[in-house]
C-alpha cells in the first residue's frame, strides 16, 4: 500500500502560484491554492506578455527554466482556448559591444537579423524571431481552468504569515511575489512599477520590443481584441496608480513605430507591481517539521520562467515526499 501523499498549500495565484499549483497537482500532489485576490486581480493579469531570455541570476538555472518553458508554450500554442500563440516579432536595438550575443539568444525561435527597410525610422539594428505571446487573462482562466479539472479549488485566503499556510498543510509553496517582502522576510524583494496601455487591436499580428538598459522602452503586444502597449520600470515605487504623463509617452512612442495604432481607440490603462530581487529564489527548506518551497522575485520574467519553476517546485517537493 502506497503511504499517502501530504496536503500541499500554493500561496498566490499569479501564474507562478497557478503554473506550480498544476505542475503538482497533476503529479497527483493533493493541492489547495490560498490567494490574497483571484488570479485575474494578480500583477500577472495586467503582463504584456512575451516570453523571452534574459540573463538573469542564476543564469545557469534561469536559462534553463527559460528553456524548459517555451517547450510547454510551444504546446500551448497548438490550442488557442490557451491564450497562447507563436507569434512574429520584431526585437530593435543596439547590438552589445564586441562580438559576443547575449546567453540566451541561442533559444530563440527562427531568429534572423532584419533588414534595413524593415527596421523602424529612430532605431539601428532590429532582428525577426517567432515569440510565444500570451493573452495573460485568458491564459490565467486556462490555468485556472485545468486546475480545476485537477480538483484544485482557487480560494481567496490572505494571510499575514506562511504560518497559516503551515497550520493547515506539511508543506507550503511560497508564490506571492512582491508579499514575499512581509511573508518571507526577505527585504531584497522590492517594486518595479509598470505601466501599459491597452488599446483596440487595428489588425496586428506582430509584436514589437526595443531592447535597452534604460527605465522606459518602446514595446507592443498585439492579442486577437487588443494591443498592451508599454513600457516602464520605475524601481521601488509602491504607487500604482497610472501616470498621465507616462500614458502620452507610450501611446506617442508605439503609435511613431505602427501608424495603424494611431486611430486604435484606448481601452484601459493598467498597471502592477513587478516582483524584483537581485536573483531568482527557487530552494526548499524545512522549518519545524514544515517544508517550505519557495518561487518568487522574477522581476518581469515571471511568464517566461513560470513552467521551468514550477517543474522545479514539483522536484523540490518530490524529494521531500
Not at 517555451?70 to 564586441?98: H, I, N
Not at 523602424?120 to 532590429?126: C, E, H, N
Not at 504569515?161 to 506571492?176: I, K
Request: net charge negative; with cysteine; hydrophobic share 45%.
Amino acid at each position: 500500500m502506497s503511504k499517502r501523499r501530504p496536503l500541499i498549500v500554493v500561496v498566490g495565484a499569479g501564474v507562478s502560484g497557478l503554473t506550480s499549483a498544476l505542475c503538482l497537482a497533476e503529479a497527483g500532489w493533493p493541492v489547495r491554492v490560498w490567494t490574497a485576490a483571484p488570479p485575474r486581480q494578480s500583477t500577472s493579469a495586467v503582463a504584456g506578455a512575451v516570453w523571452g531570455p534574459r540573463p538573469i541570476e542564476p543564469v545557469a538555472q534561469t536559462l534553463a527554466w527559460t528553456a524548459q518553458s517555451l517547450l510547454e508554450f510551444r504546446r500551448l500554442a497548438a490550442d488557442p482556448a490557451t491564450g497562447v500563440r507563436m507569434a512574429p516579432g520584431l526585437s530593435v536595438g543596439d547590438l552589445p559591444a564586441g562580438d559576443a550575443m547575449p546567453p540566451g539568444v541561442e533559444l530563440i525561435p527562427d531568429l534572423r537579423v532584419a533588414e534595413a527597410g524593415e527596421i523602424p525610422a529612430g532605431f539601428r539594428t532590429g532582428f525577426h524571431a517567432t515569440m510565444p505571446l500570451i493573452d495573460m487573462p485568458r491564459y490565467l482562466d486556462y490555468l485556472s481552468g485545468r486546475l480545476a479539472a485537477a480538483g484544485v479549488g482557487i480560494e481567496v485566503h490572505p494571510i499575514t504569515s506562511l504560518g497559516e499556510a503551515a497550520a493547515a498543510a506539511p508543506v507550503v509553496v511560497n508564490c506571492t511575489g512582491l508579499g514575499a517582502r512581509e511573508l518571507a522576510d526577505d527585504d531584497s524583494v522590492r517594486p518595479l512599477f509598470g505601466q501599459h496601455v491597452v488599446l483596440a487591436n487595428p489588425g496586428l499580428t506582430q509584436l514589437f520590443m526595443q531592447i535597452t538598459e534604460e527605465d522606459h522602452w518602446t514595446c507592443f503586444f498585439p492579442h486577437p481584441q487588443r494591443v498592451v502597449c508599454g513600457g516602464i520600470s520605475i524601481p521601488d515605487r509602491w504607487d500604482t496608480r497610472p501616470d498621465p504623463a507616462v500614458s502620452e509617452r507610450i501611446l506617442a512612442d508605439c503609435r511613431s513605430v505602427e501608424p495603424l495604432l494611431a486611430e486604435a481607440a484606448v481601452l484601459e490603462t493598467i498597471t502592477g507591481l513587478r516582483p524584483a530581487r537581485p536573483s531568482v529564489r527557487v530552494d526548499g527548506e524545512t522549518v519545524r517539521g514544515v517544508r517550505y518551497i519557495h518561487n518568487y522575485g522574477h522581476g518581469g520574467d515571471g511568464v517566461t520562467l513560470s513552467w521551468g519553476c514550477a517543474r522545479e517546485v514539483a522536484r523540490l517537493v518530490g524529494e521531500e515526499g
